[in-house]
């Protein structure tokens, strides 16, 4: 599926997570009301992996955390939000 990058610039980690938990919900809750009643329309859902900004990590290290917990995410075949652990 197609990938998407958001940056949260003064963000906490917790409102990152409560941000991509708000996005999937609207997503399921349009999804379902306007896209899963229709024949042959395939599953969609909505994977975040959130990760923190630690600051002596570079930005490509930043986006492969990112990038691995969003992978976990999509394993479960369903929308989700995975976080990075913070240490």
């Given at each position: ?22 996005l ?23 994977s ?7 600051q ?18 999509k ?6 939000v ?6």
């Open positions: 599926g197609d990938e998407f990058m958001l940056l949260l610039p003064e963000t906490t980690f917790s409102e990152a997570e409560a941000i991509g938990n708000r999937t919900d609207s997503f399921d809750e349009q999804w379902a009301r306007e896209w899963s009643v229709r024949p042959g329309c395939p599953l969609v859902s909505m975040f992996g959130v990760a923190w900004f630690d002596p990590e570079t930005s490509e290290a930043l986006i492969r955390k990112a990038d691995a917990v969003m992978y976990q995410a394993k479960r075949r369903s929308s989700r995975v976080t990075a652990s913070l240490s």
